[in-house]
């Protein structure tokens, strides 16, 4: 009978490894993402000529870039602070970082589609 409390403390040593992996596992996507975004859009603006002319879709493609990676890593906080460490200090950290991403993520599709998000296209207008 004293040994179900030790199988219980071994399972949830279990599953908080394995969700502290998937979390690294997602943030390492992450990066990955955002570093071969980066490396495939310069090596599609070196390899045009009057790269002058390109400038503005190689900007693009690495603002795009950079908000799929922020995407991914704010889900690796998500999943790495509600899953493993559950506390108000941790929560206001993941609030914190869920507001900077927001605000870079916001300020990157200024950059790219030259509109606030919440704004409509003036295209369809």
């Not at 690294?24 to 070196?46: D, K, P, Q, R, Y």
């Amino acid at each position: 009978m004293n040994d179900a409390p030790s199988r219980l403390r071994d399972i949830d040593a279990a599953i908080s490894h394995w969700i502290h992996v998937v979390g690294n596992g997602i943030e390492v996507f992450g990066v990955l993402v955002i570093v071969l975004g980066i490396g495939w859009s310069t090596f599609l603006f070196a390899n045009r000529r009057m790269a002058e002319e390109h400038y503005d879709s190689y900007k693009i493609r690495i603002g795009r870039s950079l908000l799929l990676g922020l995407e991914v890593l704010v889900a690796a906080d998500i999943v790495k602070t509600i899953a493993l460490d559950l506390t108000f200090t941790s929560l206001g950290l993941l609030a914190g970082l869920i507001l900077v991403r927001t605000f870079l993520s916001w300020t990157l599709v200024l950059e790219i589609k030259g509109r606030w998000p919440w704004q409509r296209d003036r295209r369809r207008s």
